[in-house]
């Protein structure tokens, strides 16, 4: 498909789908050291993209060709969104719509906007949408629980919630069902202990002499797993390592833009420390 002078790369599923982007994508074969070294890089990956659509334009590139398009609007949204601007955020939702109406993490993200604003009737129509897209839909049942839950359908929360944490064991979904007090029908026994021992694991870690280099291997070995990360994040910050944490959580945000929102405010200060 690609000739020799390109790497075939597989996405995670996850990804794939929230950008509306096929399973595999194109990579310059005189990046491989790069690649080995440092991981995987957008940048890199879209000038594959473009030199492999400039030889030879078909149609079976076409999602390539749509997410170059817009890819510079993802890095605006992202900084609308962490700036709280979210009617320039929607704008920017409205351009990736116009350029991919079938682009999941745009309904992710107006999803994300409208909560954000108290539109929660317009939150449930974008969340609903994004649904219709993919076959991974925890982001978008997540969002739309937390939408339930503000509009007092605690019912209608309850029921996603358990669904979610069926389906994906999310530890967001297990936490909310202890808080929300769904124990009787729901949660076993031993799912509410196992959840009660792991905060306290979180939360008391000791960094140990090679405890960085440790986290490093956590982080190689848990690069495509969200809820792995977003622990391994926690406990970095909870120990002051905040340049790996930093690393840690923008890979949760590339690998989910709900997640990747909800954390930019926590990006920034991370960064400035």
Known sequence: MFGNKYLLLELDKLEAEFYHLPSVVPYLAKYQKKLDKDGFDWDDCIEAMKKLIKEDDCEEYKPYKLFIKKWPLYSQLSQ?????????????????????????????????????????????????????????????????????????????????????????GSPEALRRLLDL??????????????????????????????????????????????????????????????????KVFERVYQLSKVTGVEIASDLAKLATT
């Not at 993200?109 to 939150?123: D, P, Q, T, V």
């Not at 969340?127 to 503000?150: D, H, I, S």
């Not at 007092?152 to 389906?167: D, M, R, S, V």
């Not at 000791?206 to 792995?228: I, T």
């Open 80 to 168: 609308a969104s962490k700036d709280k601007r979210f009617k320039d955020a929607r704008k920017i939702i409205d351009k990736i719509l116009a350029i991919d109406l079938l682009d999941p993490s745009a309904y992710l993200n107006l999803g994300y906007c409208f909560r954000s604003e108290k539109e929660y009737h317009r939150a449930e129509q974008a969340y609903r949408k994004g649904l219709e897209l993919v076959e991974n839909q925890t982001p978008f049942l997540t969002g739309l629980a937390k939408t339930y839950e503000e509009l007092g359908k605690f019912e209608e929360a309850i029921y996603l919630w358990n669904q979610i944490h069926q389906e994906s």
């Open 181 to 246: 007090k769904v124990y009787s029908t729901t949660l076993s026994a031993q799912e509410i202990k196992n959840a009660k021992l792991q905060e306290l694991k979180d939360g008391d870690l000791s960094p140990g002499v090679n405890f960085e280099r440790l986290m490093l291997k956590e982080f190689q070995k848990s690069y495509n797993d969200v809820d792995a990360l977003t622990k391994l994040g926690v406990r970095l910050v909870h120990n002051k390592f905040n340049k790996l944490a930093l």
